[in-house]
DNA sequence: AAAGATAGTGTAATGAGTACACTTAGCAAA
DNA sequence: TTTGCTAAGTGTACTCATTACACTATCTTT
């Protein structure tokens, strides 16, 4: 049998998600390059006997400091024309001992808390900001495309598993910061009288004794998601096809 | 900046389910070694410059001669530690040049419909055959952690796009098929009026004038998917999420 | 004290899911 | 040809979830 023996490189790009009460945004790095911006997803090459999963989570921990964040591949980038813009080429030369080397990357998901969390300054980036997902903005590489395969496999997988969804928003929230992040997530709106009724059925939707304070109206009452009720009252699944 | 330089093979792995009108069957490759069988998935490395798809591609019409099958890569296994069964290392000493080498591999899913297309012998298997995807059978490598993890995202994935479920139906099919199916898929047991009921509501499932022939019992009627339909009807998400 | 802003609340109508039993059409065996 | 077997095909009543919709309550600011 034949063996090629051929052996590309293998990296991990990493689109994380955070929500700031009004929209959801992604994680970029910043470079300047000839005079210009560019950004990118961050991610690195994966290390000899590194498995896949570790390094994800070494991407993340570097850039935010935070370990045990939802985490999850969703799609391995492998055309053998990934590279071809050449500004990335000389970006791409300036940085890998072996530059003309095919490299195939996996794109991984990831939702963060934004409050309170400071990002850590970066070998890679100069800077690393919040872009919204939903705004256009150019990426280095393929970088475009990973997040928004990124963005719609995120859709898809808490269409299926809601419950990760509780992962961008703090220990404690309102109804309504629940209901923009929902609306932001499935890109329609809802009414609010309805979306209260469906949520409040849900007895993982515990009622805290604090409420909102120095707000200009009526302050709202703070909810916490409790996952193990969760996880019994899901139990049912929905199952409705076609 | 840190280059590793380390230089993993890439492979596709691919799971191929079938239909046979009672269960799902997935595709297995079986091979004799010091007197025993050890079964597999089919898969090849990639090669270079070939996309990963491609890849899969190649896999699937050298084992079936068919071409645009529903292909869907669900995972990349990149466990340093994948190989570790004395019986698969001593196979892969015996067909890769370089068997010390990591290999990092993709997982594909694909769909084919049974009836009327014949295995093409291949390099790789003394022979090839169907196996109920719920029945046990220990597979070389972590090809049982590979097969449960692309059943488990058919799944998830027909709960979305429950329209390439009839990548796995013939052209015409019964009522009671796709009933079949739909119960093999989801795992549970449905009412057969319910069920026709709910059916019978989508356009895009249109009767033929074509019966059944030959059984011993009222024939039943045939159908035919209408994807265009499809389509039409299914702009409308479902989106209930919590 | 008034104005501004968001929280918080109920009802009636419609539509979907569920449970459930008998008749029909073809084949085969007596 | 009659009888029996098997799976196809059909309708109703009940329950429960979804939907549309408008006003009062509470806090801050001016």
């Not at 900001?129 to 496999?153: C, R, S, V, Y």
């Amino acid at each position: 049998m034949e063996d090629f023996h051929y052996n590309p490189h293998i990296s991990v790009d990493c689109v994380i998600f955070g929500f700031d009460d009004q929209k959801i945004n992604i994680l970029l790095i910043k470079r300047k390059q000839s005079g210009k911006n560019v950004f990118a997803l961050p991610g690195d090459l994966v290390q000899k006997g590194e498995d896949l999963d570790h390094a994800a989570s070494r991407v993340l921990f570097e850039l935010t400091g935070l370990q045990n964040l939802y985490l999850e591949q969703f799609k391995a980038f492998g055309s053998p024309d990934r590279i071809k813009d050449p500004v990335d080429i000389e970006w791409i030369k300036s940085i890998r001992e072996h530059p003309e080397e095919r490299v195939i990357t996996i794109g991984y998901n990831s939702l963060v808390k934004v409050d309170g969390f400071e990002f850590t300054p970066s070998s890679f980036a100069e800077e690393v900001l919040w872009h919204p997902i939903e705004k256009p903005q150019k990426l280095a590489f393929d970088h475009n495309d990973i997040a928004n395969t990124g963005w719609f496999m995120l859709r898809e997988k808490i269409k299926r598993e809601p419950m990760i969804a509780f992962s961008l928003l703090p220990e404690k929230f309102t109804l309504r910061q629940l209901q923009t992040l929902y609306e932001a997530i499935v890109g329609i709106s809802l009414d609010k009288r309805n979306f209260r009724k469906r949520m409040l059925r849900n007895n993982f939707l515990v009622a805290m004794e604090e409420r909102e304070t120095g707000v200009s109206h009526k302050p709202a009452q703070y909810f916490r998601f409790d996952e193990d009720t969760y996880r019994e009252d899901f139990a049912r699944d929905q199952w409705f096809l076609f």
